[in-house]
């Protein structure tokens, strides 16, 4: 299941692979976009996940002490302050070394996309600024082809009502890199331990929880034609092409175990709020699905 990792998964494809053939791959991600126009998608980035964990006393002590006694939550923020420079960047040493480069059916495609820094505010609610100035197309090679490098949650002290004047004694994080093709999770995860070793913090410890490799279909495969011809005529609009979704999923282990090109075509919406309370699709979504799945597979029996 997605929300445990699937960490089995790569080892099941390896043992039945030779049982496993697929001329094509559907993946159920995706959907329509704030246009309500269909996106079609061929890839997703990979992703290495990590807690990071200080401890600085071996209990939480009294925060009279904080003028001489270090904090497990002051050390956690400074150690992860570290991993970006004042521009926005990456500071890991070598974590764009890999990046593999987009060809120019890719960078094409992107750029036709819709997406702009209005439309990315308007459709999530923003209410803080871009993390970049950019705009066009370089804003969107930058959401589709950059690696990035996030902080999922923190946690340490006293969050309870009311007051606790406490000096936390551990911190913890999580964490993920967003890994483009190319890249590998392990490799990764250890610039980043390097990173922390070199600014000092060797005392902080890096555990990883998931890694997986990115993976990009070729949008100009026979399969991948028909996935999007058979959209267009269905819906009387083209849709939106898209090499790589800036999300993550198995795609990589699937495509080593079929060898068989992968697009993405699923029933979600603009709003259908991915990973929060209310996800959500809509039935006519849902039925015009179905409907445009009957034809495709209706295809291959011509």
Same mark, same amino acid.
């Given at each position: 299941?997605?929300?445990?990792?699937?960490?089995?998964?790569?080892?099941?494809?390896?043992?039945?692979?030779?049982?496993?053939?697929?001329?094509?791959?559907?993946?159920?991600?995706?959907?329509?976009?704030?246009?309500?126009?269909?996106?079609?998608?061929?890839?997703?980035?990979?992703?290495?996940?990590?807690?990071?964990?200080?401890?600085?006393?071996?209990?939480?002590?009294?925060?009279?002490?904080?003028?001489?006694?270090?904090?497990?939550?002051?050390?956690?923020?400074?150690?992860?302050? %570290? *991993?970006?420079?004042?521009?926005? /960047?990456?500071?890991?040493? @070598? =974590?764009? &070394?890999? #990046?593999?480069?987009?060809?120019?059916?890719?960078?094409?495609?992107?750029?036709?996309?819709?997406?702009?820094?209005?439309?990315?505010?308007?459709?999530?609610?923003?209410?803080?600024?871009?993390?970049?100035?950019?705009?066009?197309?370089?804003?969107?090679?930058?959401?589709?082809?950059?690696?990035?490098?996030?902080?999922?949650?923190?946690?340490?002290?006293?969050?309870?009502?009311?007051?606790?004047?406490?000096?936390?004694?551990?911190?913890?994080?999580?964490?993920?890199?967003?890994?483009?093709?190319?890249?590998?999770?392990?490799? %990764? *995860?250890?610039?980043?331990?390097? /990173?922390?070793?070199?600014? @000092? =913090?060797? &005392?902080? #410890?890096?555990?990883?929880?998931?890694?997986?490799?990115?993976?990009?279909?070729?949008?100009?495969?026979?399969?991948?034609?028909?996935?999007?011809?058979?959209?267009?005529?269905?819906?009387?609009?083209?849709?939106?092409?898209?090499?790589?979704?800036?999300?993550?999923?198995?795609?990589?282990?699937?495509?080593?175990?079929?060898?068989?090109?992968?697009?993405?075509?699923?029933?979600?919406?603009?709003?259908?709020?991915?990973?929060?309370?209310?996800?959500?699709?809509?039935?006519?979504?849902?039925?015009?699905?179905?409907?445009?799945?009957?034809?495709?597979?209706?295809?291959?029996?011509?």
């Amino acid at each position: 299941s997605e929300e445990s990792s699937s960490q089995h998964l790569d080892e099941y494809l390896s043992k039945y692979q030779d049982q496993l053939f697929a001329d094509l791959v559907i993946w159920e991600s995706g959907g329509k976009n704030v246009h309500d126009v269909v996106e079609i998608f061929g890839g997703n980035k990979g992703i290495v996940t990590f807690n990071v964990d200080v401890k600085t006393a071996k209990t939480d002590l009294h925060s009279s002490l904080a003028g001489v006694v270090d904090s497990a939550a002051w050390r956690l923020t400074q150690a992860l302050a %570290t *991993l970006f420079d004042r521009e926005g /960047h990456i500071a890991v040493p @070598g =974590f764009y &070394d890999d #990046v593999a480069i987009p060809n120019q059916r890719e960078k094409e495609l992107v750029r036709n996309l819709p997406t702009t820094r209005n439309t990315l505010i308007q459709q999530h609610g923003l209410t803080s600024p871009l993390l970049s100035d950019k705009t066009g197309d370089d804003l969107k090679e930058t959401l589709y082809f950059q690696p990035t490098l996030n902080i999922e949650g923190i946690q340490s002290g006293y969050l309870g009502d009311g007051v606790k004047t406490v000096l936390p004694a551990v911190a913890s994080a999580k964490l993920e890199a967003r890994l483009v093709p190319n890249m590998d999770p392990d490799k %990764t *995860l250890q610039q980043i331990k390097q /990173h922390f070793q070199n600014e @000092g =913090f060797s &005392d902080i #410890v890096v555990t990883k929880t998931l890694g997986q490799p990115g993976y990009r279909s070729d949008m100009s495969d026979p399969e991948i034609l028909r996935v999007i011809d058979i959209t267009e005529k269905y819906y009387h609009q083209h849709p939106v092409i898209m090499p790589t979704s800036p999300g993550t999923g198995p795609m990589y282990y699937i495509h080593e175990a079929l060898n068989a090109p992968i697009a993405s075509l699923g029933v979600g919406y603009a709003h259908t709020l991915d990973h929060a309370p209310n996800e959500n699709i809509r039935l006519t979504d849902y039925n015009q699905h179905i409907a445009v799945i009957k034809e495709l597979i209706r295809s291959y029996e011509k």
